[in-house]
């Protein structure tokens, strides 16, 4: 049965579009690809991407949390998967039961994570995170170089990588980023130097692999773009990456309002001659903002939604659309017929970035898979 028999509001996944986006990764770096899925893949769905990425060549999957992981693994995926945030020692066991490679960058949580892998018996994997201007978490660079001394002695640990994260590659201006890569190509040096480099080293996000060769190294951690969202204003995908998602919806209701009436909660809109007011039923309660500015595709064109935003549904005004009824497909987010609203467009809308678009669709979205 079509979507729009079964479903109010939907959003649909390509994912020969996730395939293409992965591949033309793998064309523009040179090296492998760790495809990031937290977040339940952007908000995209994350088992249908991380499968899809992995096929297109993904040499890994990375999540924040172990338990985003755990799921990756009961769903049958056998790729390696690295948890990118901070794990609580509670999780140890799970992590090396399910062969997650956490990430380690406190010297407190080596000794406890030991003590685990031995009674487990078998080696837990980690990836070593190194601070080199982010601030957010990882070790100073002198602190990760004893942590590694410390980490090449104790076998129940094995160093499956060794990585950084930059604040602004994603800006015009490069000079933070330079900066964080000189650390971090010193550290590099140095611990090569002690013969204790790790299988491998990765630094970029979307916009350092885009942008910066000199650091792709062994792999390149892609999230949004692998989405075919732009990593920022400033810095923009080639042509080649598509966007994934669309988010749909349906008119469910046209109505004729007469002058001057109220239109939704705190009657913010009031009507100026008699005018037809359809309503769609998305509201924040979906991720769809509750701000004044929003608009959609109908007819494939852009129709203007008019007053508050409520939980469940939104109106929209329709003088334009003399044809509009009930059952036609809306477009919040997507492509219909020749416009297209970006996931960017809304987020300039809403004041915030493309990320935050995606990831705020609800878990109540069905995700319907196009492949
Ligand atoms: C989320 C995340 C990424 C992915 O960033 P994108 O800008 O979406 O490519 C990469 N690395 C780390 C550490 C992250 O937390």
């Not at 939907?10 to 293409?20: F, G, H, R, S, T």
């Not at 609580?88 to 380690?104: G, K, M, N, Y």
């Not at 837990?124 to 190194?130: D, G, L, T």
């Not at 004044?292 to 549904?313: F, I, S, T, W, Y």
Request: a negative charge.
């Amino acid at each position: 049965m079509s979507l729009i028999a079964t479903n109010l509001t939907w959003a649909e996944v390509d994912l020969n579009a996730i395939k293409n986006n992965i591949r033309t990764l793998q064309e523009l770096t040179g090296v492998d690809v760790m495809a990031v899925v937290k977040a339940n893949g952007y908000g995209h769905g994350m088992l249908p991407v991380a499968k899809a990425a992995l096929e297109a060549g993904a040499a890994y999957c990375a999540v924040a949390r172990i338990p985003e992981g755990i799921e990756l693994r009961e769903a049958g995926i056998q790729a390696p998967v690295h948890v990118m945030g901070p794990s609580l020692s509670h999780r140890f066991r799970d992590a090396i039961q399910h062969h997650l490679e956490i990430t380690l960058f406190q010297m407190e949580q080596i000794e406890p994570l030991r003590q685990v892998a031995a009674s487990v018996g078998r080696p837990a994997r980690v990836h070593v995170k190194v601070e080199t201007g982010m601030n957010r978490i990882g070790a100073d660079p002198d602190d990760a170089l004893v942590m590694l001394q410390t980490l090449a002695g104790i076998p129940e640990i094995e160093v499956a990588g060794l990585f950084t994260h930059y604040a602004r590659a994603d800006e015009e201006d490069t000079t933070t980023t330079d900066r964080q890569e000189e650390t971090f190509l010193q550290f590099l040096q140095t611990v090569t130097e002690n013969g204790l480099r790790p299988k491998v080293i990765h630094a970029g996000n979307s916009a350092t692999a885009v942008t910066r060769p000199a650091s792709r190294f062994d792999m390149v951690r892609a999230g949004v773009s692998m989405y075919g969202l732009h990593p920022s204003r400033e810095v923009r995908l080639p042509r080649d990456f598509k966007p994934a998602l669309t988010w749909k919806t349906q008119l469910r209701h046209v109505h004729h309002i007469k002058a001057g009436e109220g239109i939704s909660y705190g009657h913010r809109y009031v009507t100026s001659g008699e005018e037809r007011i359809g309503v769609i039923p998305v509201g924040y309660g979906d991720g769809w903002r509750r701000t004044d500015e929003n608009e959609v595709l109908l007819h494939g064109k852009r129709a203007p939604v008019v007053g508050r935003v409520c939980m469940d549904q939104c109106m929209l005004q329709l003088d334009s659309f003399p044809g509009a009824a009930v059952g036609d497909e809306v477009v919040l987010l997507g492509r219909q017929g020749a416009d297209h609203i970006a996931a960017e467009d809304v987020a300039a809308r809403w004041n915030t970035i493309n990320y935050e678009v995606t990831c705020g669709i609800s878990a109540r979205i069905p995700r319907e898979y196009l492949r």
